[in-house]
């Protein structure tokens, strides 16, 4: 059975009580019933009910995952084990939000003791700006307030609810500081470019900054930004780095104009940030991420494996229930989109751009990206 | 512990309709609720047990401040997806049926 590490405890996440914390955990490992022991009554119910009648109507339909969902819908299974999947997302966010929120002044009272003043990194909010329009049509997987909520005045509680959400929803398996994801991006960059050696870094769509404080341990001496749309995830991010003694510069801002200069980075990173970026607007970051690099300088992304070529039809089906139940809009887009012709369309050479896989355990992230062109004639290439 | 602030509960984005009739989907969220409020009891239960095999006496501070063994976490973890088989068992037997109407 797959084992979940408990998370480990900083000064801004609340320490849950008895009753929530086994709400919590019953929330994560209902979830992962979903995900692990489900699948496996809704392919036999396939392989039983649905294909046989499939394959003697339309065997070339067999194929399809529009197909099989549409026939797995209407045979009724899928609506079950799918509308659980559904309850499951919903519970998780029961058996936090109520736990932040009762200590929302104590969070918001530590957030603001850490932030404030003197001390390492820095905290830049815009007042005037403006979250992407894409940004809020839903709050994305269903966590009421989505990254943007503000509750009163310099507040960051949802810092707070997405911290202890997103651990749960990972089942504990992202590791007990929540940042294996970004571990796993460092470790495929550095197999990929064995020298590569940045002095400063930005991270795109950093939220919590969970994922952007294992780049301080990785490049010690590199100078680190990041930026996100979300200021209570900012405020949130700045005090638990300060808390966790990181170094970081975290500014409010559009991933498609983060306002800094041309050329200012040697490493520009996201992590699981493109499939919650418009589908129309990836081409808009990747041109913003070769603005953003100096001669030489290295782009590099992770994000959701891309299951969705896979020739299994049901498994397609089965990986895209995000997209259609939980507030996941641009999840199986994603993959569907030519990110390498995009990476080539922004301005980077097409024999630097990549595609390929960054595994953790066997759980095989999707990672891409590109170097910029040593020469700043690359235009004419 | 102080609530001066509301946070939002639901969250936005037109909820799905799984079954046709939305009486089914209501039913289904309302058993997992209920079901969720079982674990908890039952860990509550669970924890006031061990602690009463330990010493004799209950108090409910100790409730608070428990922490499970990582063994203990595992036998946990291991309930609760047992738990869940149970509660579930629709899925399974369908999925049984299925088989066997295939003469698997």
Partial sequence: MYQSVPQRHHALLPRPDHDEQARQLFARDFRRYILLDVPQHTRRVYEHTVKPVLLEQAPEAASDPVTVREAMWQQGFLRAAQGLQRVSQELLWNAVVPYVECRADEVNARVRALGDGPGRGSLTLDPDFDVPAYLQDVDIHCMPGNYHAEYGPNDAAQGAVYDRGSFLYALGGVGDCNDGIGRTLIEALRQRYPDLAPRRILDLGCTMGHNTLPLCEAFPEAEIHAVDAAAPMLRYAHARARDLGCDVHWRQADVRATGYPDGHFDLVISVILFHEVHPDEIGAVFRECHRLLAPGGITAHIDIPDYFKSPDPLFVTLVDADTFHNNEPFWGEMHRRDLEGLLASAGFPDRETFRSIAPMGGFPWSFFGARRAAEVAEAAA | ?104
């Fill in chain 2, 1 to 104: 512990m102080s609530a001066t602030l509301r946070l939002k509960q639901t969250a936005r984005g037109e909820r799905p309709q799984f079954s046709e009739h939305p009486e089914v989907d209501r039913v289904m969220a309302m058993t997992m609720a209920l079901a969720s409020e079982v674990a908890v009891l039952r860990e509550r239960l669970d924890t006031m047990e061990t602690l009463a095999s330990r010493k004799g006496v209950v108090l409910t501070e100790e409730i608070e401040a428990f922490t499970p063994e990582p063994e203990h976490e595992a036998r946990r973890q291991q309930w609760r997806h047992d738990f869940l088989e149970r509660v579930l068992y629709i899925l399974r037997a369908e999925a049984d049926q299925a088989a066997e109407r295939n003469g698997v």
